[in-house]
Each structure stands twice: as structure tokens, then as C-alpha cells.
């Protein structure tokens, strides 16, 4: 299994307690009321399908800036600076803070508000698809892994896998939500920055010794490549 897989899921089951706290009350309030236990269910899964759907597209977009980076030789620096993004943010939470980003936010949650009221399974989804979009410091440190993988594909995969990590959580606060009362979550949380802390430092040495060697192999094929063509 690529450990860039184990990483994803990982930063999803880490994170889910983080997204308990700050989506959880959004998950409670799905428009669930006066359906069957069948189709609540159902409501809940597609709720979470549709927050994976939206991480999935982010993978995408930033696997492929991954992937251009990678082309002109910069995966290295990529991968440090990454690193570097998510060790000032361990430590300084609210990094971002640009107008446009809090004009976004507004924006989304009001059409999240809109979609609370409908109750519909095909409503339900939607709300997931937009509670995807809202921005969230666990969403950074997946996004940094996504854009290391320098493939769409691969930051697809990323981040749909980061969104099933989160998933189980999402699922059961709707459920029981009992289980995630503020003592524990207040408690788990300081595992977050702990772990953001520790995968900034991975993406640094990997900077430092793995692409390197990674471009070292690349220049090495292109020779082959090139004496290959040349016979």
C-alpha cells in the first residue's frame, strides 16, 4: 500500500474529531426528521459522499499543480515549503484570513442554510458538497499531502481517502451523538496540531532526502530515454 494512502486516511481520522467540532453541529441538523431509520441512513451517507465528493476535486486540482511543479524540477522545494506552511500553522491558527476567503465562507454558508430546510435526499447531498467547500485547517494538511502526490489521479485518491477517514465521525455524531460530548473532543483535539505538527516535518525530509534522489532517477531515465531514442 502506498504510504501516501496510510497518510491520507490517518489525517482523516485525526482530523475527523476537529470537523466533530466545528461541522458537527451541521451534521445534527441534517433534515433527517419524519424519514424511515432506512432513509436517514441513506441521508447521512450521501450527506458524507458528498463532502468526499468535494475533497476528491480539490485532490485533483492540487495534484495537478503537484504535477506541474514536479515537471520543471521543483518537487523538492515543493515539498519543503509545504512542510514549512504546515509548522507556522501548527503553531498560528488563523494564518489565513483574506477578504475574499470570509466573502467565500458567508456566501457558502448561506446557501448551506437554504438546503437545511429541504428534505431531500438529493438536498442532503448538495449540503455535503457544500459543507466540503468550507475552509478548515484539517482540509489544509490534506491538501499539502495532496499536492506532494504531483498527480491528479493521485490527489483524487488523496483526499476521497482523507474524506472516508473523516467519515465514521461525521456518521455517527447524527447518531449518537453522546459520544462526542465537548469533555472528549476538547480533549482529543490537542492530538490535531500534535499530528499536523509531525506530518509537516515528514513533507520537510522528504523534501530534504527523498527528492533528491526522485530527481536524480528522473534525470537518469531521461538519458536512457535519450540513447534509446538516439539507437
Given amino acids: 500500500m502506498n504510504p501516501l494512502w496510510t497518510i491520507a486516511i490517518t489525517t482523516g481520522l485525526v482530523g475527523s474529531l476537529h470537523c466533530v467540532g466545528m461541522c458537527g453541529p451541521i451534521a445534527l441538523a441534517l433534515p433527517v ?14 450527506y458524507n459522499l458528498g463532502r468526499i ?16 511543479i514536479f515537471a520543471v524540477g521543483f518537487q523538492q522545494q515543493l515539498s519543503i515549503g509545504l512542510g514549512v506552511f504546515l509548522l507556522i500553522s501548527a503553531f498560528k491558527t488563523k494564518l489565513i484570513q483574506l477578504r475574499p476567503v470570509e466573502r467565500f465562507v458567508m456566501y457558502t454558508k448561506a446557501k448551506m ?6 428534505k431531500t435526499l438529493k438536498g442532503i447531498f448538495i449540503l455535503g458538497v457544500l459543507n466540503g467547500m468550507l ?22 485518491i488523496y483526499m476521497a481517502l482523507f474524506g472516508l477517514g473523516t467519515s465514521p465521525a461525521m456518521f455517527l455524531i447524527g447518531v449518537l451523538p453522546s459520544l462526542f460530548n465537548l469533555s472528549f ?47
Avoid at 34 to 45: H, I, P, V, W, Y
Avoid at 144 to 156: C, H, K, N, R, V
Wanted: some cysteine.
Fill in 53 to 68: 465528493s468535494t475533497y476528491s476535486v480539490l485532490g485533483y486540482l492540487v495534484g495537478y499543480f503537484g504535477e506541474q
Fill in 185 to 231: 473532543r476538547q480533549k482529543v483535539q490537542k492530538i490535531v496540531p500534535i499530528y499536523s505538527l509531525l506530518l509537516a516535518l515528514f513533507l520537510i525530509v522528504r523534501g530534504i532526502y527523498i527528492s533528491p534522489m526522485v530527481q536524480q532517477n528522473s534525470a537518469v531515465m531521461s538519458v536512457c530515454h535519450g540513447v534509446i531514442g538516439g539507437n
Fill in 135 to 156: 475552509p478548515c485547517g484539517m482540509i489544509y494538511v490534506a491538501l499539502a499531502g495532496a499536492t506532494t502526490t504531483a498527480s491528479p489521479f493521485e490527489g483524487t
Fill in 113 to 118: 442554510g437554504k438546503f437545511l430546510g429541504i
Fill in 33 to 46: 426528521g419524519g424519514f424511515s431509520s432506512l432513509k436517514a441512513t441513506l441521508a447521512r451517507l450521501l
